[in-house]
């Protein structure tokens, strides 16, 4: 039989990296999407092929551009034949004072966080349907516990949080749609002040930072073994929603 294939988004770096890695591992065929990263994700796919061989397949498109969505369904469908998994990692993050948003801060976050998911589970439903299938939505936090200053991303993620739940109902009972919720894994890119940080910290019960790893394990868990579990909201976040 051939091997299950997942289409992960934003998978060059960081969590989404990660999510690939740990895929890959369980036995999938990957279809590695990425925006600008090129040569990140060519990396990681030259380390996954010299796993396995004609394992990975990388796709490079601008999620806001609505054409580019089915197409990556398409192109991965046309590679492997199937599809499995769709797990939407890829997301957008920036603050979004009020007073200054604007609109087009407003279309980009939820492009990423909330539109792009929702219409690739729509391009890829009549295949994870054949295959029953799963999809994973990467969350957050911030969908249930406002963020200052980034309400737009917080919207955002809400929407992405009823996406799940709803999708959950539409596809049942062939596919399980489920998200993961992570709490303090990796600081942002363009860096965070350690006193932050540390308030940060100190309102985690479990008083540190997560890996990547531990989210992608809570992907494969969902994909794989949590065969009763749809609609809901897996928070790996050492307790953070607890500390307020």
Same mark, same amino acid.
């Given at each position: 039989?051939? @091997?299950?294939? @997942?289409?992960?988004?934003?998978?060059?770096?960081?969590?989404?990296?990660?999510?690939?890695? &740990?895929?890959?591992?369980?036995?999938?065929?990957?279809?590695?999407?990425?925006?600008? $990263? @090129? !040569?990140?994700? @060519?990396?990681?796919?030259?380390?996954?092929?010299?796993?396995?061989?004609? $394992?990975?397949? /990388?796709?490079?498109?601008?999620?806001?551009?609505? !054409?580019?969505?089915?197409?990556? *369904? =398409?192109? /991965? *469908?046309?590679?492997?034949?199937?599809?499995?998994?769709?797990?939407?990692?890829? $997301?957008?993050?920036?603050?979004?004072?009020?007073?200054? +948003?604007?609109?087009?801060?407003? !279309?980009?976050?939820?492009? $990423?966080?909330?539109?792009?998911?929702?219409?690739?589970?729509? =391009?890829?439903?009549?295949?994870?349907?054949?295959?029953?299938?799963?999809? *994973?939505?990467?969350?957050?936090?911030?969908?249930?516990?406002?963020?200052?200053?980034?309400?737009?991303?917080?919207?955002?993620?809400?929407?992405?949080?009823?996406?799940?739940?709803?999708?959950?109902?539409?596809?049942?009972?062939?596919?399980?749609?489920?998200?993961? +919720?992570?709490?303090?894994?990796?600081?942002?890119?363009?860096?965070?002040?350690?006193? =932050?940080?540390?308030?940060?910290?100190?309102? &985690?019960?479990?008083?540190?930072?997560?890996?990547?790893?531990?989210?992608?394990?809570?992907?494969?868990?969902?994909?794989?073994?949590?065969?009763? &579990?749809?609609?809901?909201?897996?928070?790996? !976040?050492?307790?953070?929603?607890?500390?307020?």
């Amino acid at each position: 039989m051939s @091997a299950p294939v @997942a289409l992960i988004t934003g998978s060059a770096k960081r969590i989404g990296a990660a999510i690939a890695r &740990t895929l890959h591992a369980d036995g999938y065929d990957l279809a590695l999407h990425y925006r600008g $990263s @090129a !040569d990140a994700v @060519a990396a990681l796919a030259a380390e996954l092929e010299a796993a396995r061989p004609g $394992s990975t397949l /990388t796709l490079q498109a601008d999620l806001a551009e609505f !054409d580019r969505l089915p197409e990556l *369904v =398409a192109h /991965t *469908v046309g590679r492997y034949g199937r599809l499995d998994a769709l797990v939407n990692n890829a $997301s957008g993050f920036a603050p979004t004072p009020l007073g200054s +948003a604007t609109p087009a801060q407003w !279309d980009a976050l939820f492009a $990423s966080n909330a539109r792009a998911p929702f219409f690739l589970a729509q =391009a890829a439903a009549p295949h994870l349907k054949a295959a029953h299938g799963a999809i *994973v939505n990467l969350v957050d936090i911030y969908a249930e516990q406002p963020l200052r200053e980034h309400t737009l991303y917080c919207m955002a993620k809400a929407a992405l949080v009823m996406a799940t739940r709803s999708l959950a109902l539409e596809l049942a009972p062939q596919v399980r749609v489920n998200a993961v +919720a992570p709490g303090a894994i990796l600081w942002p890119e363009d860096g965070k002040d350690e006193a =932050a940080q540390a308030a940060m910290l100190a309102r &985690t019960p479990l008083g540190r930072t997560g890996t990547p790893e531990e989210i992608a394990e809570a992907v494969r868990w969902l994909l794989r073994e949590a065969r009763y &579990t749809t609609g809901q909201v897996l928070r790996v !976040d050492g307790g953070r929603l607890l500390g307020g």
